[in-house]
């Protein structure tokens, strides 16, 4: 995929790269490293659009283990991706990167609902729009507001930014002689139940023909090495390689 001809991609970060090398939670100074790959990149001239998780703060997932109801204990993980994103807004502004918040789930005291055509024009004025709150509906995952996002505002690539770099055979941290694609295609992701997000959002993808490209956002500088075709990543698109 000519990284090249891109104008503007969505950037998905998982909740748990914000906790750093913490157990739990934001750490600030981590969250201004990430800012700052988001700045440089912006910086080549890209438009960016940012989807954050909220699985650093909490997982409907896991409070429905714990006995919660799950729609309940969704909206709860959604409120965890409102206050990611009011974090990363912060480190952005903070190194003069211009931002607006829009989120699904409407809290006008602290952010923008998601309005298109207003993200459109933050766009066109050069801020980074950060949508939380996902698709804003139970049973659904950032993963899945990240590919809905991606679609409606016409991204040429989803970024997954996460802690391994790209999609492995197999769990990497379990098998030694895991193997990374280069390049995979969404139905063997399917097929394979590959771990690269969650299959709603991988369809949607497909369906609408946008590429993803999965790759560690731990390392330093590696964003931009990306999205100069010098890094190390898994692209996911229709191609067979
Ligand atoms: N969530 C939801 N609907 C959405 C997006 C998120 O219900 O559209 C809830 C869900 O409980 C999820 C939590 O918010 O577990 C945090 O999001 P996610 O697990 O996607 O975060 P990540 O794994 O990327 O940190």
Same mark, same amino acid.
């Given at each position: 995929m000519p990284f090249s001809t891109m104008k503007r991609v969505l950037l998905k970060l998982s909740g748990e790269v914000l906790m750093g090398e913490g157990p739990f939670g934001i750490d600030p &100074?981590? +969250? #201004?490293?990430?800012?700052?790959?988001?700045? %440089?990149?912006?910086?080549? !001239?890209?438009?960016?659009?940012?989807?954050?998780?909220?699985?650093?703060i909490f997982r409907g997932m896991a409070g429905a283990a714990q006995g919660m109801d799950r729609a309940q204990?969704?909206?709860?993980?959604?409120? &965890?991706? +409102? #206050?990611?994103?009011?974090?990363?807004?912060? %480190?952005?502004?903070?190194? !003069?990167?211009?931002?607006?918040?829009?989120?699904?789930?409407?809290?006008d005291q602290v952010c923008e609902p998601v309005i298109r055509r207003r993200a459109e024009r933050h766009l066109e004025k050069g801020r980074v729009v950060i949508f939380a709150a996902g698709v804003g509906a139970p049973y659904f995952t950032t993963d899945s507001g990240a590919a809905l996002r991606a679609a409606e505002m016409n991204c040429d690539a989803l970024l997954k930014g996460t802690s391994v770099d790209g999609v492995y055979d197999s769990d990497p941290k379990k098998n030694a002689k895991a193997k990374r694609f280069d390049t995979v295609t969404y139905s063997r992701v399917l097929a394979d139940d590959l771990k690269v997000m969650d299959a709603s959002a991988v369809a949607l993808c497909r369906d609408n023909n946008i590429p993803i490209v999965v790759f560690?956002?731990?390392?330093?500088?590696?964003?931009?090495?990306?999205?100069?075709?010098?890094?190390?990543?898994t692209v996911v698109t229709n191609e067979k390689s």
């Open positions: &100074a981590f +969250v #201004m490293e990430l800012a700052e790959e988001v700045k %440089a990149a912006k910086e080549t !001239g890209l438009e960016i659009c940012l989807v954050i998780g909220g699985g650093n204990a969704d909206y709860m993980g959604m409120l &965890a991706t +409102v #206050m990611n994103a009011l974090a990363m807004q912060n %480190a952005l502004e903070q190194l !003069g990167v211009q931002t607006r918040v829009q989120s699904a789930v409407q809290m560690s956002i731990r390392e330093k500088g590696n964003l931009a090495r990306v999205l100069k075709g010098e890094g190390v990543q």
